[in-house]
């Protein structure tokens, strides 16, 4: 253009700040002054909102400082624009002061001032200053409505204020309220809103399968879809991915196939975060092969592919391919986050893998990652499973503030090893800083008592999970409970908790009490709970063993007999056992075994070699 003026130079400078070329923007901005032209309000309207990032609020600082030389900050639209920038920048007190030195304050800056509170999770003062609008007569508008919903604030005041003024008839404010209801997991409500809207639109119908999707509603995802359909929509990846990570169920798996095929004809498929829904649907159905299918076509696999993979072929008891596919994922340049960590993790713990969970732990330390919650829990986790409590206890005590899950992995972990005492000290502790335990923390407790014969405090912990907290307990629970008065040799009360039960006993349960039974050789007793048993879990060689062995204490012989041919014809005796051993070097293993063994292993390699 030869002939250049303002209005040109403005338009220019908002093109390149719209479509993400802030330095450009900038760049013409100052070009601009060089050659001699003056900005004027709408300038820096358009260009105020390129600073809209951390990285760029020294800029945005610089643009208010040059309209405060220039005399353009007492504009209405420069201070609103200037209020916006300083909250995309978490700056809430120059917006706050911005706001309150505004001599006339229309609704855009009431609604700048909203969205400023609620963008930076202030939802109480973003809830005072729409009071205080109202309370200056200011009549809000659609704008307001969404402001207001997108900082979660006072939902069912907003909905019934929508209703009151009329704005709930317009089209943005019913679909977002669709969504905010359905997103809270008010789904009838969402529903009936949906079907009270006169022109239906893909953002709403999307927000409903998502809700749908999240409470295993399939058949209702699948009717949504079907209407979808119809109204010749598509599905986009956001709601694709809610319908995969919904479909939880092997009676919905062929529904997840019938989404794989409409994603692949659809080209949806081809998306990331489609793909990954994928793997992660497979992952649940453990079709670890359809997994590789999908990971290996993917052209582009970000850090998130890789951990939903790894995820994947854990969640399958395939560690060893998760460790390879770590392996890989290291060879391609990706560096492992906190979800690769916990992942792999959990992996060393089904291997009894040490070592790898060992470097692991240096590689967190090394690259200054967190060691709080699920990398804690899994670190702690990882540990007592694989035999070094102290090393889990460590762990523990360098989290400054270990979360639920964290405290009851070392409860667990504590429990497991007879260390009964230091998981109840736990406990206490836990309850000292305000928090409130869930089943698996009274699992944990439960399970500590049975372990070191506390039958008073195991009485109590029980009594306390029901009364206190209002848990129902589960037959985990009743099995740990049972386990310990049986121990105790308190069998009818053990018996007496059985027959009132709030649910039917499972194998567990009752082979908690036929344990207890042969230990104090209760041979009536072990015999009725046998029956039981039998019957509910007849491939379960373990309470064949027991019997047995209660049998042979007794000194009944054909019973013993009549008791191992039961083994073999309903296959009870099942396949031989597999245990894992991690050995690093004979020198570490000799230092690990007791004299005597050593002693016999060197008898016996020499007898060898002598031959």
Not at 118 to 132: D, I, P, S, T, Y
Not at 185 to 192: D, P, Q, V, Y
Not at 597 to 610: T, Y
């Amino acid at each position: 253009m030869h002939d250049r003026d303002v209005v040109s130079w403005n338009a220019l400078i908002c093109g390149y700040g719209r479509n993400g070329y802030d330095v450009d923007a900038f760049e013409l901005f100052v070009q601009m002054l060089r050659q001699g032209f003056n900005p004027c309000p709408t300038t820096l309207v358009s260009l105020v909102p390129s600073c809209g990032r951390r990285e760029l609020v020294f800029q945005g600082k610089s643009i208010h400082g040059f309209g405060i030389k220039a005399g353009l900050d007492f504009y209405s639209q420069v201070k609103n624009a200037l209020t916006s920038m300083y909250s995309k920048c978490a700056n809430l007190e120059s917006a706050e002061l911005l706001f309150t030195e505004m001599n006339e304050r229309s609704v855009v800056s009431w609604n700048t001032m909203i969205s400023a509170f609620g963008q930076n999770c202030h939802f109480e003062e973003a809830m005072l200053v729409f009071k205080q609008m109202r309370e200056e007569s200011v009549e809000a508008n659609s704008v307001t409505i969404l402001s207001l919903l997108s900082a979660n604030a006072h939902l069912e005041s907003i909905h019934c204020y929508a209703m009151k003024t009329g704005l709930i008839n317009e089209a943005s404010v019913i679909t977002a309220l669709v969504c905010v209801h359905a997103r809270h997991g008010n789904t009838e409500l969402a529903e009936l809103l949906y079907n009270s809207c006169a022109q239906k639109n893909l953002v709403s119908l999307t927000a409903l399968i998502s809700s749908y999707a999240e409470k295993g509603n399939i058949g209702l995802v699948v009717e949504c879809f079907a209407q979808m359909q119809q109204l010749d929509m598509k599905l986009d990846a956001v709601a694709m991915v809610s319908i995969l990570h919904g479909i939880k169920y092997p009676a919905h798996f062929g529904i997840g196939l019938a989404f794989h095929g409409y994603g692949l004809k659809s080209g949806l498929s081809a998306d990331c975060l489609v793909a990954n829904g994928l793997i992660s649907m497979y992952s649940n159905f453990d079709e670890i092969e359809a997994v590789f299918s999908l990971f290996f076509e993917m052209r582009e696999k970000p850090l998130i592919s890789w951990n939903s993979v790894i995820s994947g072929c854990v969640q399958a008891g395939r560690s060893s391919d998760a460790m390879e596919l770590f392996c890989q994922m290291k060879m391609f340049g990706h560096s492992p986050d906190a979800i690769t960590i916990a992942s792999l993790l959990s992996g060393c713990c089904q291997l009894g893998h040490l070592r790898f969970g060992e470097r692991l732990h240096t590689h967190v330390l090394r690259n200054n990652l967190e060691v709080e919650d699920f990398v804690g829990t899994a670190l702690i986790d990882m540990y007592t499973k694989c035999g070094r409590i102290e090393c889990a206890e460590r762990v523990f005590k360098s989290i400054k503030e270990p979360c639920l899950a964290t405290r009851n992995a070392i409860i667990s972990g504590y429990s497991l090893y007879g260390l009964e005492h230091k998981a109840l000290g736990c406990y206490y502790e836990m309850r000292a800083h305000g928090l409130k335990p869930d089943k698996i923390t009274f699992l944990g407790v439960l399970a500590a008592c049975t372990h070191g014969g506390l039958v008073y405090e195991g009485r109590k912990f029980f009594q306390i999970m029901r009364e206190e907290f209002s848990i129902v307990p589960n037959l985990q629970h009743y099995a740990c409970v049972v386990s310990l008065l049986g121990r105790a040799g308190l069998f009818e009360e053990a018996m007496d908790l059985v027959k009132n039960m709030e649910i039917e006993p499972d194998s567990a349960v009752l082979g908690a009490l036929l344990s207890a039974a042969c230990i104090h050789q209760e041979v009536r007793l072990g015999e009725c709970l046998a029956k039981k048993l039998f019957f509910l879990d007849c491939n379960n060689g373990g309470f064949y063993v027991l019997m047995s062995n209660l049998y042979a204490i007794q000194g009944r012989w054909d019973d013993v007999a009549r008791l191992r041919e039961m083994m073999r014809d309903t296959g009870g005796d099942g396949c031989s056992g597999v245990s894992i051993v991690e050995m690093t070097s004979f020198e570490d293993m000799n230092r690990n075994l007791c004299p005597n063994i050593v002693k016999l292993n060197r008898k016996f390699w020499q007898s060898q070699s002598l031959s």
